[in-house]
């Protein structure tokens, strides 16, 4: 894809700049105007994070997103699998889902911070509304502590929708949930016996993934004379 190499060949020859505009606050406007500009000439729908590095060896990486759409699959990973070898930076593909939430079950989590609001992921619930089989889609409702307050916000459903997605990664995201009014957003009651922590979501999403596969096998075995 030439759009693509062309892409990379600018960040190269510019990745010094990109540094010092993320490190040092360098001409950062004007830096990240033309890294986007390049970026929309690969997609205008493809969007990115910058992760910092955890140590001073580690580099920072740049995560390519599509926020689920599928149709962009492609030239996401093109990204990934095309990027030169940089000095200060690497290419993923994807929200991946973290791999630690040690900290969201214990609720010491910071607050995410949308808009003007803020919202803690351990404090956001779930509960089951629908799973379909055969799409292997889920309907959820979700919970949260304001709901009341920040309903109106018109972009608390994208926000939520990249919160559920940084927990179940951008690929899980697609196959099991994929559209926004599969998520239902409501107040937490009272009484919340019975609702799950968002953070469990990908364990539940596997354990109905593996009874229902498993149900399936055992049909299988009750009319197969020969097993």
């Known amino acids: 894809m030439r759009a693509i190499n062309t892409f990379w060949n600018y960040f190269k020859k510019n990745e010094q700049e990109i540094v010092y505009a993320i490190l040092l606050g360098i001409n950062t406007e004007e830096v990240f105007f033309q890294f986007e500009k390049k970026l929309t000439c690969v997609s205008k729908r493809i969007s990115y994070v910058i992760k910092c590095p955890k140590n001073s060896q580690d580099k920072y990486t740049i995560i390519f997103t599509g926020a689920g759409y599928s149709k962009l699959f492609a030239k996401i990973i093109a990204l990934e699998e095309q990027a030169p070898t940089l000095e200060h930076f690497t290419a993923q593909a994807f929200i991946k889902p973290y791999e630690d939430v ?78 926004i009014k599969h998520i239902q957003l409501n107040q937490v009651p009272q ?37």
């Not at 910071?110 to 619930?125: G, L, P, R, T």
């Not at 309907?139 to 309903?151: A, R, V």
């Open 102 to 179: 040690s900290k969201y079950q214990n609720g010491s989590d910071a607050a995410v911070i949308c808009d003007n609001y803020e919202i803690k992921i351990s404090e956001i619930q779930i509960a089951l509304m629908d799973y379909n089989i055969a799409t292997k889609q889920i309907k959820i409702n979700l919970y949260l502590p304001h709901y009341n307050e920040i309903k109106h916000d018109d972009n608390l459903k994208s926000n939520i929708d990249w919160i559920v997605m940084l927990i179940v990664g951008e690929i899980a995201f697609r196959k099991h949930i994929k559209h």
């Open 191 to 227: 009484s919340a016996i019975g609702l799950l922590s968002l953070v469990e979501l990908p364990e539940f999403i596997d354990y109905l993934y593996k009874i229902n596969s498993r149900k399936k096998t055992n049909l299988v075995s009750s009319i197969n004379p020969n097993l």
